[in-house]
């Protein structure tokens, strides 16, 4: 994460994924946020599996300068700069978005089964209300 004193010249608020950079987004974007202009930087998988033991700094250089050369413009210098390493953050597809146990009247959802990303965790969770509203027969 890294936060500038002004707007970085890049009209979208997030970024897909190119080369080192698998994800960027303006976090200051995000509805009733405030404060400085604030982005989030994630690596790409590949790039995360062959750099996991690189220093931090050396990380977030290498992110940052990921980000300008996606711009196409030189970055101001981040008043905030944050590198954290979530080693377990990318989960694969389960084979089913959510578990149910009618028996044990337990369910279990998360990202963890249907994918890497927080709206699959909110997928999950539809997924097992519906088992569960199915299981009372409403």
Known sequence: MAAFAERLPVASDTLEED?????????SAKPGRGGPEAWVLQASPDWSR??????????GDTLLAALAARIGAPLPEPVIR???????????AGSEQALWSETARLGCCGDWLAGPRVECAWDSGEALARQIINARGE
């Open 19 to 27: 080369g080192i950079l698998g994800w960027a987004a303006r976090n």
């Open 50 to 59: 062959a750099h996991l033991e690189d220093p931090a700094d050396a990380v």
């Open 82 to 92: 944050q590198v954290h390493r979530w080693r377990y953050a990318r989960s694969a």
